[in-house]
């Protein structure tokens, strides 16, 4: 009995003393209102949870943001966290025509709103027009800008907080469309490099999901389903289970 009790006691001695503050930064797979779609901090809150972890959330992710929109939101909210999750590329790995000529998702406004959907149709008509050779084209975020914006995210998280733990995931890759996987590929291997640069953990996304058929993993091509995320959700507790910031977290 005391044995168990000992047990006990150790398990309850090693959790935090209050909420762990969680803030999520990434792209739709990180924030939606689609309740039918999974998300990472859905799925993490509710993995710690099962552990006994409280989670205090702040979710700074957006539908179609990059990572300005990310840096942005982060740098303009003044939150801190015992523990962050990052993840871009969906979006800023897109290939497009005019790729300088952007408009930001966040702070967003009805002008640019109108700005958006105006850009847009141009670079459609753009695209069917005899002129599509003639244009330049890439990533809407360049590579180098995305190395620098994540490394930034990373290096605010930590300004804040000196002991946050910080968790980048790569995107799940998307059936029947090789070409994009494979700028997909190009921009979670960026992910890994940041992370492996700022010795944070790198959670591979691929991996967590190999077990799901690749039409499983996404409801639509986009955005992940709730086995998906729940996959690499549970692969990130198990991580942050080992990593606490119990000293952090009695402040």
Request: net charge positive; proline share 5%; with cysteine.
């Amino acid at each position: 009995m005391d044995r168990q009790q000992n047990n006990s006691d150790t398990r309850a001695a090693a959790l935090p003393s209050r909420a762990l503050r969680f803030v999520a930064l990434g792209d739709c797979n990180t924030h939606t209102g689609d309740p039918r779609q999974g998300t990472i901090p859905r799925g993490l809150v509710r993995a710690l949870g099962l552990q006994g972890i409280a989670t205090d959330l702040s979710n700074l992710g957006g539908g179609m943001e990059t990572c300005r929109e990310g840096l942005s939101r982060l740098e303009n909210t003044p939150v801190t966290a015992d523990i962050a999750t990052i993840n871009y590329g969906l979006v800023d790995a897109w290939s497009t025509c005019v790729p300088g000529l952007y408009v930001p998702y966040y702070p967003d406004s009805f002008v640019r709103k109108r700005l958006r959907k105006a850009l847009k149709f141009t670079k459609r008509r753009l695209l069917t027009s005899g002129l599509r050779r003639w244009l330049p084209s890439g990533a809407v975020v360049p590579e180098t800008e995305f190395r620098e914006k994540i490394g930034r995210m990373i290096a605010v998280l930590r300004e804040r907080h000196a002991a946050v733990q910080i968790y980048v995931w790569g995107t799940v890759l998307v059936a029947n469309h090789p070409q994009r996987n494979h700028l997909l590929l190009e921009y979670n291997d960026h992910l890994q490099h940041v992370a492996e640069n700022e010795n944070v953990v790198f959670v591979d996304s691929e991996s967590a999901v190999a077990d799901l058929p690749i039409h499983e993993r996404t409801l639509d091509g986009v955005h992940l389903t709730p086995a998906a995320a729940e996959r690499i959700a549970t692969v990130m507790a198990v991580h942050c289970r080992g990593r606490l910031p119990l000293e952090a977290s009695a402040a």
